[in-house]
């Protein structure tokens, strides 16, 4: 594991002070700002993207509708609001490897604009969220950050994936109600977008199938180049961003010469046809928006020229940022003045280089906890360098100690937007004074500090299932970390809790009704939260409070007389859960796989989510496996995808082809009838039957990749289909 200095020893190494100027003079040269829209962390067209970002200075941002929750996971076990948590910092991060800002449709896991599962349906998606409140969000972010350009990254066509057709569809309404000033679902000053383009390439491929042809292209992008500076093809730094929504699986090497365009189709605009770019007939840059910004704009021209010479570049930059405030220009515009100033006051700071930066001692607080706050900077080699910080209000740092306040909220786990340039607070304010000019920007902290809730405590596990069919009544668990006062369970009659310093057992009685059961821990009668803090290598820690709560399944489940033998991959909790209602599992680890005969024992091989790909060890024992099976033993494998080292030929037993598009081999409806193909056959009826009642209740969509052809060895069990599609 590295230590914190070869952390930011690695990280320093990998962004260079030259590349990073480059970078950052590279958005002075235009004004036209891009909206690309997408439903997804992981939609936006990443490069495209970096071609109009560091190619053409294009001032880029991405209108994303939700986090992600009902997303997979190929790094972890966290679902739901947990993987939303991870996916909205995987995105920052991604956003800031193309100098985007980030603003989300969706503010909070309580909004009704979340991932709530697949949808073939735009319609059907926008009943989830609620048009009104999709269409206020969406128009306030387009008035907050107004754009010139909206480009969906999907069509609306059958068979896409609803949420896309749903952006999409809404991209249409929203540029006429941003301009509307009748809207009033927001007060913002109104805003008229000039171009709405749509992709003019197929969506279809390992998960979608359209139907319809793609538009013709009007425009294209041409994508095929590299950044003369850094050396690296426009295609590849989108992927190095694409790579930060690892939990999706993403970014993959661009091999020279398989770069692509990218065709657009201009829908609608306001200012004309396209000549053969998509900022044609927009104003390009600071002179096009008033002629008296000219010596602004040629200052800016003066500082491109001049690099890589700091100081020249510095000098010119200056110049630039000088004059900004000496013209007033149609506020139409002055959006464009202070993003410029932004980008300047940044470009004056890596010239300067005081090389500042900040780093708390410790990265969780509680209320009223404060903690030694460091402080590095160099002399510049340009001006001078004075340090302040942008504090939150329930901050404040003296004498190098950070202090949070005794009301200070905890963490928001769900920020609704993000600006490279503007990073949240807590952040450092660093002020170059250089040639009679005094530039301020920002650098967050290396680790943002994180907020704990005042009341909290840590369970050692949120869900438990009592099987009554086993021979025992009790439920053991640990509470930690408990920020102060008397503990206990707030249960229903006649159960009791008996604790043992951090460990209580709780006992329902012995007549206890079978059902779900919500048992919130109190602190001296006040609701606990309980925490969860997400340290990942490629973001920074993110942390969700959660009601401290015991959610209790108290059931009656009959196990069957077997040994289970689990492969896992650390996607699913199958082990764990099979463990608690009584059943007889072992884990394999690599070294138990590595033995003469690994399966030796059991009558049951059950492989976990995704493990043929991330299980190396298990992919040689395949033919051991299937031998195993030919003599007897039960194989169940949980979900897999086709590209999860699944072979239809050799990865199963008999032949088995797993389907795709994913569109075509789902069923998101999760109410969808499920025929009992095979009524009588065993694995439905014992040891525990399964009747049509069993499927009411059903999470999220009824399942995905099925199986699209396979050997009549197998016996069909079940089938199912959304409305109009085939089972």
Known sequence: MPTSDQIRITAEAATPLIARIWRALQPLRSVVGFMNTGAHPDDEISGMLATLGLRDGVNLSYACANRGEGGQNDIGTEAGFDLGTIRTAEMERAADMLDMRLYWLGQSPEDTITDFGFSKSGEETMGHWGRDRTLQRFVGIVRMERPDILCPTFLDIPGQHG?????????????????????????????????????????????????????????????RGSDPVLGVSHARIGQQSRAFHRTQGMGHWVQSGTETDWPLHLARSRVGADRGAVTDNLPGDLQDIDPALGPAQAAIAEAIAAFPDRAGMLNAATRAFAALPAVHVDPDHAHRITRKQAQLARVIRFCAHPDARARAAKTLLIPGEETALTVEQRIPDFGTARIGFTLPDEMAVSAGTLRVAETAPASDP???????????????????????????????????????????????????????????????????????????????????????????????????????????????GTAAQNLRVFTRDHIAPRLRSTPAMLTLRVTTIALPQARIAYIGAGNDQAATWLAAIGCDVTVLDDAALSSVDPFAGFD??????????????????????????????????????????????????????????SLRWRVTDETAEVTHLAPDHPILTGPNPIGPGDWQGWHKERGLYFAKSWDPAYTPLLAMSDPGDPP
């Open 604 to 661: 049951t091989v059950l492989i976990g989510v995704f493990a043929m790909r991330f299980r190396p060890a298990l992919l040689p024992l395949i033919p051991a496996l299937q031998g195993w099976v030919r003599a007897g033993g039960n194989l169940v494998t949980l979900y897999h995808r086709p590209w999860d080292n699944w072979s239809p030929e050799t990865t199963p037993p008999a032949r088995l082809e797993i389907g795709q598009p």
């Open 163 to 223: 949420h896309h057709r749903a952006m999409t569809a809404a991209a249409h309404e929203v540029m006429e109600l941003a301009a509307d000033p009748g809207f009033d679902g927001c007060d913002l000053p109104v805003w008229q977008v000039a171009k709405l383009y749509l992709p003019a390439w197929s969506g279809a491929g390992g998960a979608y199938d359209d139907e319809v042809p793609p538009p013709p292209a009007t425009v294209v992008v041409a994508g």
């Open 414 to 524: 769900y920020p609704d937007m993000y600006d490279p340039l503007a990073p949240r607070a807590p952040a450092l304010a660093v002020t170059i004074t250089a040639e009679g000019v005094a530039a301020t920007s920002h650098i967050p902290f290396e680790t943002p500090p994180l907020i704990a809730p005042a009341t909290r405590a840590r369970l050692s596990q949120s869900d438990a299932i009592l099987n009554l069919a086993g021979p025992g009544r009790e439920i053991a668990l640990t509470v930690s970390d408990i920020s102060g006062g008397t503990a206990g369970f707030d249960l229903p009659g006649g159960w009791q809790q008996d604790w043992s310093g951090a460990h209580v057992t709780l006992t329902p009685p012995g007549d206890v009704a079978e059902g779900l059961y919500h048992l919130p821990l109190l602190l001296d």
